[in-house]
């Protein structure tokens, strides 16, 4: 009886923690694998909304301890919640706005869960006041970040690289041919005298 208890406690634990990432259509779900500071990113959601405004949604999970920590001491600190509640943190999601041209974006809101998809924090930004107002900041000063990758998604663009990095990785993959026709030397130690 034992056992079923816990095999159903796990199954149940396993069904709970996949609801929120099945809150989304999963044919938008796009993997961004780590960024440098080793935390795991994803792409949610894309597209217009009902005005036409180009908007994405990416979600962050705390693959690094260190910087889990300074999140879990910034809710506290800044938002004055407590230990256990902060503590409960497991992910973070992000709402990007775009300009039609593509050129600018700002967060429309920060929400951080614990790992049940209970929202323990959120912020909105929707210029009601000053400490919400929506902060616009230049695609080209953060490229190769999360909100310019969904960028391209979120304003119906091809997602491939560009031309340049395309030419680069061509002279690099025949270079590396080049030199794998190379023979390698072959090493002949001498054997010590008895």
Same mark, same amino acid.
């Given at each position: 009886?034992?056992?079923?208890?816990?095999?159903?406690?796990?199954?149940?634990?396993?069904?709970?923690?996949?609801? =929120?990432?099945?809150?989304?259509?999963?044919?938008?779900?796009?993997?961004?694998?780590?960024?440098?500071?080793?935390?795991?990113?994803?792409?949610?959601?894309?597209?217009? /909304?009902?005005?036409?405004?180009?908007?994405?949604?990416?979600?962050?999970?705390?693959?690094?301890?260190?910087?889990?920590?300074?999140?879990?001491?910034?809710?506290?600190?800044?938002?004055?919640?407590? =230990?256990?509640?902060?503590?409960?943190?497991?992910?973070?999601?992000?709402?990007?706005?775009?300009?039609?041209?593509?050129?600018?974006?700002?967060?429309?809101?920060?929400?951080?869960? /614990?790992?049940?998809?209970?929202?323990?924090?959120?912020?909105?930004? /929707?210029?009601?006041?000053?400490?919400?107002?929506?902060?616009?900041?230049?695609?080209?000063?953060?490229?190769?970040?999360? =909100?310019?990758?969904?960028?391209?998604?979120?304003?119906?663009?091809?997602?491939?690289?560009?031309?340049?990095?395309?030419?680069?990785?061509?002279?690099?993959?025949?270079?590396?041919?080049?030199?794998?026709?190379? =023979?390698?030397?072959?090493?002949?130690?001498?054997?010590?005298?008895?």
């Amino acid at each position: 009886m034992k056992k079923f208890a816990v095999c159903a406690l796990i199954i149940g634990l396993v069904a709970v923690m996949a609801v =929120p990432s099945f809150a989304w259509d999963a044919a938008k779900q796009k993997a961004l694998g780590q960024d440098k500071n080793k935390m795991t990113w994803y792409i949610l959601d894309y597209g217009k /909304d009902s005005n036409g405004v180009p908007f994405a949604v990416s979600r962050k999970y705390y693959t690094n301890a260190t910087v889990k920590n300074d999140t879990i001491e910034l809710l506290m600190s800044k938002f004055g919640l407590s =230990p256990e509640k902060a503590g409960s943190l497991y992910f973070t999601e992000y709402g990007y706005e775009y300009t039609t041209d593509g050129k600018q974006f700002a967060q429309t809101y920060v929400r951080h869960y /614990d790992m049940l998809g209970n929202e323990i924090h959120g912020t909105v930004y /929707d210029d009601s006041s000053e400490a919400t107002k929506k902060n616009w900041i230049a695609l080209s000063a953060v490229a190769g970040s999360t =909100p310019a990758k969904a960028a391209s998604y979120a304003l119906g663009k091809p997602v491939s690289t560009s031309s340049s990095s395309t030419a680069t990785a061509k002279k690099a993959t025949t270079t590396k041919k080049a030199s794998s026709t190379v =023979p390698a030397k072959r090493v002949v130690r001498a054997k010590k005298g008895n």
